[in-house]
C-alpha cells in the first residue's frame, strides 16, 4: 500500500515533528496489521522521500522551581523615630514578630505554554526546523496588614503597623505625617514620628513573577534505523530566556486614616537572564504496532548568560525614584530530556503526549531580594546550582 510521507521528529521538549520517519520503519507500520488511513486533508507528498514542510502545535503545563532566598520584610511595631512618643529616640514598640516574608508565598504552581514548530523535510530524510516555547507566568503573591494572624495588636495598638528597616532614603519618602492618635482620636507625637514610609505602615504587599521562553534552531539526522526503531542525532542553537520580578508595595496613612499616592512606597527587583549557546542531542524511536510509536530524546547545551539586575525604590507619585542596575556574565549547562507517546491515526497527521524535563545549571537567583539600603540599593544574588522545569505536553503535527 503505497503511503504518504509522515516525519516523526520528537525533539527535546516534546515537539510533535512528521515527516522524517523512514521508508523502511514506515513500511513495517503497514506489515504490523494496521491499515493506515488516507487523509481527507491536502497534506503531504505523493512520494515518500520528496521532503518538504512540516509543522506542530503543542500544550504544555509545566511546573518550575520558585528561585527566591528567604528573607524576612517586615515585623509588627514601628520606632519612636525622635522620641517625641517614648522619650527615647529609635525606641522600639511592638513585639517586633514576623509579619511578612518571602517564605509566606505558599506551594509552587503549574503554569500552561505553547510550543509551535516549524520544519523543512529533506529528500536524504535529514530535517531542520525552529522551534518555539513559551511558558505563562508563574505568580504569587502575599501581603500584611493592621490585624496579625492572632488578631493581638498589643495593648495600645503597637502590633497593628507595619516595620521594615529601609534607611538612606530622601525626605521624599519620609511618609504622612500625625499618624499616632490617644483614647480619644487626638493626634500624638511630632509630625516626624515615626518617619518613613516603611516605618509604621499599614500594609505591604509582595508578589514574585516568573516567565520563561526558548528559541530552538535544530538540524536532524537519522543515524541507526531498523525495521522497528530508529535513532538521530541533533544539532543547533539555544536560546533560553529566564524573566523575574519580585515587588513590594508598603502604604502609610495619618492617624484619621488618610492617604495619597506620595504615601506609597514602591520596590522592585528584576532579573533578566538571556541565554545563548549551542546544543548536541540524541534520540530513539520504537514502533509499538498500531500505529503508535514511542520515542526518548536528550540534549546537552553549553549556554552563556548575559544576567541584568535592576532594583529600584520609587514613589507611588513617581515622583521620586533610587535605581540600581548591574550586568553579570556566567556559563549555564543546560540539559533538556523527554518521553512521548505518538499515534498516527491518519497518514500526515500525528497526535503526541508526552513529558519533558529542563534543567539549568549556574543561574542567578535573588538569594535576598530586598536591599534595605535605599541610598545604595544591594540585594544579595547568588548562583543557584540547577533549577527544573518539568511537564506534561500534548499536541498535533501535520505535514505539508
Same mark, same amino acid.
Given at each position: 500500500m503505497r503511503k504518504h510521507g509522515i516525519t516523526m521528529c520528537l525533539w527535546l521538549a516534546g515537539a510533535i515533528l512528521l515527516g522524517t520517519a523512514s521508508p523502511r520503519a514506515r513500511a513495517q507500520w503497514d506489515v504490523s496489521g494496521y491499515e493506515s488511513r488516507q487523509s481527507p486533508l491536502p497534506l503531504g507528498q505523493d512520494r515518500l522521500t520528496s521532503g518538504g514542510i512540516y509543522g506542530s502545535c503543542e500544550f504544555i503545563f509545566m511546573h518550575g522551581d520558585r528561585n527566591i532566598g528567604s528573607q524576612l520584610i517586615?515585623?509588627?511595631?514601628?520606632?519612636?523615630?525622635?522620641?517625641?512618643?517614648?522619650?527615647?529616640?529609635?525606641? +522600639? !514598640?511592638?513585639?517586633?514578630? @514576623?509579619? !511578612?516574608?518571602?517564605?509566606?508565598?505558599?506551594?509552587?504552581? %503549574?503554569?500552561?505554554? #505553547?510550543?509551535?514548530? !516549524?520544519?523543512?523535510?529533506?529528500?536524504?530524510?535529514?530535517?531542520?526546523?525552529?522551534? %518555539?516555547?513559551?511558558?505563562?507566568?508563574?505568580?504569587?503573591?502575599?501581603?500584611?496588614?493592621?490585624?496579625? &494572624?492572632?488578631?493581638?495588636?498589643?495593648?495600645?495598638?503597637?502590633? =497593628?503597623?507595619?516595620?521594615?528597616? &529601609?534607611?538612606?532614603?530622601?525626605?521624599?519618602?519620609?511618609?504622612?505625617?500625625?499618624? !499616632?492618635?490617644?483614647?480619644?482620636?487626638?493626634?500624638?507625637?511630632?509630625?516626624?514620628?515615626?518617619?518613613?514610609? @516603611?516605618?509604621?505602615?499599614?500594609? +505591604?504587599?509582595?508578589?514574585? &513573577?516568573?516567565?520563561?521562553?526558548?528559541?530552538?534552531?535544530?538540524?536532524?539526522?537519522? #543515524?541507526?534505523?531498523?525495521?522497528?526503531?530508529? =535513532?538521530?542525532?541533533?544539532?543547533?542553537?539555544?536560546? #533560553?530566556?529566564? %524573566?523575574?520580578?519580585?515587588? @513590594?508595595?508598603?502604604?502609610?496613612?495619618?492617624?484619621?486614616?488618610?492617604?495619597?499616592?506620595?504615601?506609597?512606597?514602591?520596590?522592585?527587583?528584576?532579573?533578566?537572564?538571556?541565554?545563548y549557546g549551542p546544543f548536541l542531542g540524541v534520540g530513539t524511536d520504537i514502533y509499538l504496532g498500531s500505529a503508535f510509536a514511542l520515542g526518548a530524546e536528550v540534549s546537552a547545551a553549553a549556554l552563556y548568560a548575559v544576567v541584568k539586575e535592576r532594583a529600584k525604590y520609587e514613589l507611588g507619585d513617581n515622583s521620586q525614584q533610587s535605581k540600581r542596575s548591574r550586568n553579570e556574565f556566567t556559563i549555564v549547562p543546560n540539559v533538556n530530556a523527554s518521553v512521548n507517546l505518538s499515534w498516527f491515526p491518519i497518514s500526515n497527521v500525528q497526535l503526541r503526549a508526552g513529558y519533558d524535563i529542563w534543567s539549568f545549571f549556574n543561574t542567578i537567583y535573588m538569594n535576598q531580594p530586598v536591599g534595605f539600603n535605599a541610598g545604595a540599593i544591594d540585594p544579595a544574588y547568588n548562583h543557584r546550582p540547577v533549577r527544573f522545569y518539568h511537564g506534561f505536553n500534548v499536541g498535533v503535527g501535520l505535514v505539508f
Amino acid at each position: 500500500m503505497r503511503k504518504h510521507g509522515i516525519t516523526m521528529c520528537l525533539w527535546l521538549a516534546g515537539a510533535i515533528l512528521l515527516g522524517t520517519a523512514s521508508p523502511r520503519a514506515r513500511a513495517q507500520w503497514d506489515v504490523s496489521g494496521y491499515e493506515s488511513r488516507q487523509s481527507p486533508l491536502p497534506l503531504g507528498q505523493d512520494r515518500l522521500t520528496s521532503g518538504g514542510i512540516y509543522g506542530s502545535c503543542e500544550f504544555i503545563f509545566m511546573h518550575g522551581d520558585r528561585n527566591i532566598g528567604s528573607q524576612l520584610i517586615a515585623v509588627r511595631g514601628f520606632r519612636d523615630s525622635d522620641g517625641s512618643i517614648t522619650g527615647s529616640p529609635g525606641f +522600639m !514598640l511592638g513585639s517586633q514578630r @514576623w509579619a !511578612l516574608d518571602t517564605d509566606s508565598f505558599g506551594r509552587t504552581t %503549574w503554569v500552561p505554554g #505553547a510550543r509551535i514548530t !516549524l520544519g523543512y523535510k529533506f529528500e536524504d530524510g535529514s530535517a531542520i526546523s525552529v522551534r %518555539w516555547t513559551q511558558l505563562d507566568q508563574a505568580r504569587y503573591n502575599t501581603s500584611a496588614g493592621p490585624i496579625p &494572624v492572632d488578631f493581638n495588636t498589643a495593648q495600645n495598638g503597637e502590633d =497593628s503597623f507595619l516595620f521594615s528597616p &529601609v534607611f538612606g532614603f530622601s525626605p521624599q519618602f519620609a511618609g504622612p505625617q500625625l499618624r !499616632l492618635a490617644d483614647a480619644a482620636g487626638n493626634p500624638i507625637g511630632s509630625g516626624g514620628s515615626p518617619y518613613g514610609i @516603611w516605618n509604621g505602615a499599614n500594609t +505591604m504587599d509582595i508578589k514574585y &513573577v516568573e516567565r520563561f521562553t526558548n528559541w530552538d534552531i535544530t538540524y536532524r539526522s537519522t #543515524a541507526i534505523e531498523t525495521d522497528h526503531s530508529r =535513532s538521530y542525532a541533533t544539532a543547533g542553537g539555544r536560546f #533560553a530566556w529566564i %524573566w523575574e520580578r519580585f515587588s @513590594w508595595n508598603t502604604l502609610a496613612s495619618n492617624f484619621l486614616g488618610q492617604t495619597g499616592s506620595q504615601d506609597l512606597a514602591l520596590y522592585s527587583n528584576v532579573i533578566s537572564q538571556r541565554m545563548y549557546g549551542p546544543f548536541l542531542g540524541v534520540g530513539t524511536d520504537i514502533y509499538l504496532g498500531s500505529a503508535f510509536a514511542l520515542g526518548a530524546e536528550v540534549s546537552a547545551a553549553a549556554l552563556y548568560a548575559v544576567v541584568k539586575e535592576r532594583a529600584k525604590y520609587e514613589l507611588g507619585d513617581n515622583s521620586q525614584q533610587s535605581k540600581r542596575s548591574r550586568n553579570e556574565f556566567t556559563i549555564v549547562p543546560n540539559v533538556n530530556a523527554s518521553v512521548n507517546l505518538s499515534w498516527f491515526p491518519i497518514s500526515n497527521v500525528q497526535l503526541r503526549a508526552g513529558y519533558d524535563i529542563w534543567s539549568f545549571f549556574n543561574t542567578i537567583y535573588m538569594n535576598q531580594p530586598v536591599g534595605f539600603n535605599a541610598g545604595a540599593i544591594d540585594p544579595a544574588y547568588n548562583h543557584r546550582p540547577v533549577r527544573f522545569y518539568h511537564g506534561f505536553n500534548v499536541g498535533v503535527g501535520l505535514v505539508f
